[in-house]
T-cell receptor, first 117, second 111 residues
Framework: EAEVAQSPRYKITEKSQAVAFWCDPISGHATLYWYRQILGQGPELLVQ????????DSQLPKDRFSAERLKGVDSTLKIQPAELGDSAMYLCASSYKTVGTNTGELFFGEGSRLTVL | GENVEQHPSTLSVQEGDSAVIKCTYSDSASNYFPWYKQELGKGPQLIIDIRSNVGEKKDQRIAVTLNKTAKHFSLHITETQPEDSAVYFC??????????FGDGTTLTVKP
């Protein structure tokens, strides 16, 4: 069964350091999302890609967060510099989007848990 | 933007009993309402969804109901089993992909 791959699963870093997370969506899924999930809360959308283009990054703290999907396949989310409040699970998801339909279903990876000390 | 509230935050039931989780949403443009199950250490997984042109949908022991007028939808799990224990999230989406999630319900099924 196809899965969304994420790495690393766990990352511990000190504040002010740079961190990066990688995601490989399910093959053929044109839409890719990065969500942040704070402990005890639901996932919050950070950025959405359609192929290599950013569709929505309105909730991405652009002073320290960046995301790219250069070839429209895998994606990297970077935080620089990391702050204590960035400690969370970073979830990548993908979906199959057919033009003119609203499929909606998100396929999530297992996430990257970040701890900032 | 969309705001989704989910209740209760924790729910404990005996094996075999039913469990109900309720959500309300604010954006009348939302037309897609998925429910996700998240097990410890894993990402959320879709268990059932409903679109705004349908009032109820069932899949074996799981059902979802939608009241568009009142802007609320509910997840019903019958004959609960210990493996149903997990965190459940509702979400509302006014367009493809932009799902706003509730804060989750931790369901514990006691054997």
């Amino acid at each position: 069964e196809a899965e969304v791959a994420q790495s690393p699963r766990y990352k511990i870093t000190e504040k002010s350091q740079a961190v990066a997370f990688w995601c490989d969506p399910i093959s053929g899924h044109a839409t890719l999302y990065w969500y942040r999930q704070i402990l005890g809360q639901g996932p919050e959308l950070l950025v959405q890609f359609q192929d290599e283009s950013v569709v929505d990054d309105s909730q991405l703290p652009k002073d320290r967060f960046s995301a790219e999907r250069l070839k429209g396949v895998d994606s990297t989310l970077k935080i620089q510099p990391a702050e204590l409040g960035d400690s969370a699970m970073y979830l990548c998801a993908s979906s199959y989007k057919t033009v003119g339909t609203n499929t909606g279903e998100l396929f999530f990876g297992e996430g990257s848990r970040l701890t900032v000390l | 933007g969309e705001n989704v509230e989910q209740h209760p935050s924790t729910l404990s039931v005996q094996e075999g009993d039913s469990a109900v989780i309720k959500c309300t949403y604010s954006d009348s443009a939302s037309n897609y309402f998925p429910w996700y199950k998240q097990e410890l250490g894993k990402g959320p997984q879709l268990i059932i969804d409903i679109r705004s042109n349908v009032g109820e949908k069932k899949d074996q022991r799981i059902a979802v109901t939608l009241n568009k007028t009142a802007k609320h939808f509910s997840l019903h799990i019958t004959e609960t089993q210990p493996e149903d224990s997990a965190v459940y999230f509702c979400a509302a989406s006014p367009r493809a992909g932009k799902s706003t999630f509730g804060d989750g319900t931790t369901l514990t099924v006691k054997p």
